[in-house]
C-alpha cells in the first residue's frame, strides 16, 4: 500500500514538475494540429550551393507520436528534459520513456479538452502570456532583444504566438483533469478503509504542527480620504463609458494593484462554482452585465471598480482597477499604541489573548474563533512547521506555548500596513499517522488516491476511443498506460 501511495505521489509531482514547464518554457510548442500518419516529417529547404542547384527537400525533424488531433516530435522529449532541469526540477531518476509518456498524456487530455468543448478564453491565455513574458524579460533586464536571441525567435510576435499556444493547450489539458475529478467524492467509510490497509509500520509519519493565533490592529482611514478615493474611481468610470477612454491603460497607469496593473487590470477567469475572490468582490462581479463597469466599492484591500469583459456561462472575465486610501501618520501612532495597550492587557494576565482577538481584532476571518488562523492549504487550525509559510514561521518560531509575539509590522504587497501580535496555542510534535488526530490529512491522502484511480480509468478508456501512433523511438518503452494499444 505505502509503495502504492509513493508511486503515486511521483504520477502527481511529475505531472506537476511538466505542468509548470509548459507554463515557463513555452518552446516545447504544438508544432502541427492535423493527423500525420507518415512518421518523418518532409519540408522543403532552399539549399544555395551554385548556380546549377535548385531546391532540395531536408530532413527536419521525427514524428514520435501522433495522439488524436496533435503531434509529438522526437525532439520534443529532450528539450523538455532540458527545459524542467532548467527551472530547477531533479530528473535524474525519471527516464526519457516515463517523460514521453506524461508527454503523451498531457496531449490526451488537451485533445478531449477540445472534443468536449472546454473553453479557454483568449483573453485569459493573453493575460498570462503578458505576465509571463515580463516575467522572462526580468531575466534579460527588461532586453527583448537578449530575450528573442536566447529562445531564437526571429520577433516579439513570433515569440507570443508561440507562448499564446503553449499556455493555451496546457490550460485546455489541465481543465480536463479538472471535469475528470471534479465530481469525486470520498466517505468516511471510504476513508476508514483506506487508512486501515495501510500495514502499520508503513503509515506516514507527519511532522511538528502548531496552532497559532493573532490579533491585527489596522490604522484607522478617514472618512474624507475615503471619499477621495471613490470620486477618483467614480471619474475614472466616466471618462471610460463617456469618453471612451482605454480602462486598461488607467489600471497600468494609476491601479494600486500592481501585479494586475502590468495585465491592464486583468484577474483572469472567475468561476460561480469555484470562488477565488473575497466575498464582496464575488457579489459584485456576479450582479453584472457582460460589458459593464461596476460603482466603486470596498474590501479589506481597498476601493475597487470592476470591468467585466466576458461572461461564459458560469465563468466571468474581470479586470479591476484598485486604490488604496492613504494612512496619515496619526492613524499609524494610534494603531500602533492601541496593540502596544493590547499586548500589554494580554501580558499581565488582564485578558485573555481569545477575549482580546474577539473584542479588538481587526482581522474578520479569525476574529470570531479567538483570533485562530486557519491553514489555507488545508482549511483546518494545524500548521505543518515544515510546510509553514516563511514569512509567518520566522514570526513564530521562538515563542513557546501561551506566550505573546513581539509587535509586528506587516506590509502587504498593496502597501497597506498593519500591525499585530501571535501566541501558539497548541503544539502538536512529530507522530506516526493517527486516524483521529489526522483524519483530514488521511481524508486527503485517499481523496487523491480516487482522483488518480478516475484519471486512470478515463485514460484507459480514452486511450482506446483515441487515434494514437507511437513511433519506432519508443515502441519498446515499457509504459504505465496502455499507449501502444496491446
Not at 479569525?366 to 485562530?372: A, E, K, L, S
Amino acid at each position: 500500500m505505502l509503495l502504492k501511495i509513493n508511486n503515486l505521489k511521483f504520477t502527481i509531482n511529475l505531472k506537476h514538475i511538466i505542468t509548470l514547464s509548459l507554463t515557463l518554457f513555452f518552446i516545447n510548442v504544438i508544432s502541427a494540429q492535423e493527423i500525420i500518419e507518415d512518421e518523418k516529417v518532409e519540408k522543403p529547404v532552399e539549399v544555395k550551393v551554385d548556380s546549377s542547384e535548385v531546391f532540395k527537400p531536408r530532413k527536419i525533424d521525427g514524428v514520435a507520436a501522433v495522439v488524436g488531433d496533435f503531434i509529438v516530435l522526437e525532439s520534443d522529449v529532450p528539450k523538455e528534459r532540458e527545459q524542467l532541469i532548467a527551472g530547477g526540477a531533479d530528473l535524474e531518476d525519471v527516464t526519457d520513456c516515463q517523460l514521453f509518456g506524461k508527454i503523451l498524456e498531457s496531449k490526451l487530455y488537451a485533445h478531449h479538452a477540445i472534443q468536449d468543448s472546454i473553453i479557454v478564453s483568449d483573453a485569459e491565455v493573453r493575460a498570462e502570456v503578458d505576465y509571463t513574458l515580463e516575467r522572462f524579460l526580468q531575466s534579460t533586464n527588461g532586453s527583448m532583444e537578449r530575450l528573442l536571441a536566447i529562445y531564437k525567435k526571429e520577433d516579439e510576435k513570433t515569440l507570443r504566438e508561440e507562448m499564446f499556444e503553449a499556455i493555451k493547450n496546457n490550460k485546455l489539458s489541465s481543465k480536463m483533469q479538472e471535469k475528470i475529478v471534479e465530481e469525486v467524492e470520498i466517505t468516511p467509510e471510504e476513508v476508514r478503509q483506506f487508512f486501515n490497509k495501510i500495514p502499520k509500520e508503513q503509515r506516514p509519519t507527519f511532522g511538528t504542527e502548531l496552532k497559532v493565533a493573532e490579533i491585527v490592529v489596522e490604522p484607522k482611514i478617514s472618512a474624507e480620504e475615503k471619499q477621495k478615493i471613490i470620486d477618483r474611481l467614480n471619474e475614472f468610470k466616466k471618462d471610460v463609458v463617456e469618453n471612451g477612454a482605454s480602462f486598461r491603460t488607467k489600471a497600468v497607469l494609476y491601479s494600486d494593484d500592481k501585479e494586475s496593473a502590468r495585465l491592464g487590470g486583468k484577474l483572469g477567469t472567475m468561476n460561480r462554482d469555484k470562488p477565488r475572490m473575497v466575498k464582496e468582490f464575488r457579489e459584485v462581479a456576479f450582479s453584472m452585465q457582460e460589458g459593464d463597469i461596476s460603482d466603486p466599492f470596498e474590501t479589506e484591500f481597498g476601493f475597487h471598480i470592476i470591468y467585466l469583459e466576458k461572461v461564459r456561462g458560469k465563468e466571468y472575465d474581470v479586470s479591476h482597477i484598485l486604490l488604496i486610501p492613504k494612512v496619515s501618520d496619526e492613524a499609524l501612532k494610534e494603531a500602533k499604541e492601541r496593540i502596544d495597550k493590547i499586548r500589554q492587557s494580554i501580558v499581565s494576565g488582564d485578558i485573555t489573548f481569545a477575549e482580546a482577538a474577539r473584542e479588538s481584532s481587526d482581522r474578520k476571518e479569525t476574529r470570531g474563533d479567538g483570533g485562530q488562523m486557519i491553514n489555507p492549504k488545508t482549511q483546518d487550525y494545524k500548521f505543518e512547521l515544515t510546510k509553514m509559510d516563511t514569512e509567518l514561521y520566522t514570526q513564530i518560531q521562538n515563542l513557546k506555548d501561551n506566550e505573546v509575539s513581539p509587535v509586528v509590522t506587516e506590509t502587504e504587497r498593496t502597501g497597506q500596513v498593519k500591525f499585530k501580535i501571535l501566541t501558539v496555542t497548541d503544539r502538536i510534535d512529530d507522530h506516526e499517522a493517527d486516524y483521529a488526530k489526522d483524519y483530514l490529512k488521511i481524508k486527503e491522502l485517499a481523496l487523491n488516491e480516487k482522483r488518480i484511480k478516475a484519471i486512470e480509468k478515463w485514460q484507459e478508456e480514452k486511450i482506446m476511443d483515441t487515434y494514437i501512433k507511437i513511433g519506432d523511438s519508443y515502441k519498446d518503452c515499457d509504459f504505465s498506460s496502455n499507449w501502444l494499444k496491446k
